[in-house]
């Protein structure tokens, strides 16, 4: 089973950027699409953003035109570049195949906090 590893989160202040890394144990050029996700403090995990290996990104909902997902196959890694942050962004991020299929376990995912 492919491990993830997410890595890159952090403290950051409202407006600031951070980019997130998620390394996977073995091959992801076979899978079409990846996304990132994220959960905070009482609430479900949610998709922010994907990307697909034809090199389509979306984002999505409250993070639309803030987040891009990127993905460098070669070195079987999905990256969330994450712009004008907000408190609300304050979450575990993780990644997985888009949709998720089981057959990817999660990783323990990077906390990324927003507060100044």
């Known amino acids: 089973q492919v491990q993830l590893v997410e890595s890159g989160g952090g403290l950051v202040q409202p407006g600031g950027s951070l980019k997130l890394s998620c390394a996977a144990s073995?091959?992801?050029?076979?899978?079409?699409?990846m996304g990132w996700y994220r959960q905070a403090p009482g609430k479900q995990r949610e998709l922010v953003a994907t990307i697909t290996n034809d090199g389509g990104a979306n984002s999505y909902d409250s993070v639309k035109g803030r987040f891009t997902a990127s993905r460098d196959n070669a070195k079987n890694t999905v990256y969330l570049q994450m712009n004008s942050l907000k408190p609300e962004d304050t979450a575990v991020y993780y990644c997985n195949r888009a949709p998720p299929t089981g057959n990817m376990a999660w990783g323990q995912g990077t906390q990324v906090t927003v507060s100044s």
């Open positions: 073995r091959s992801i050029k076979s899978i079409y699409a």
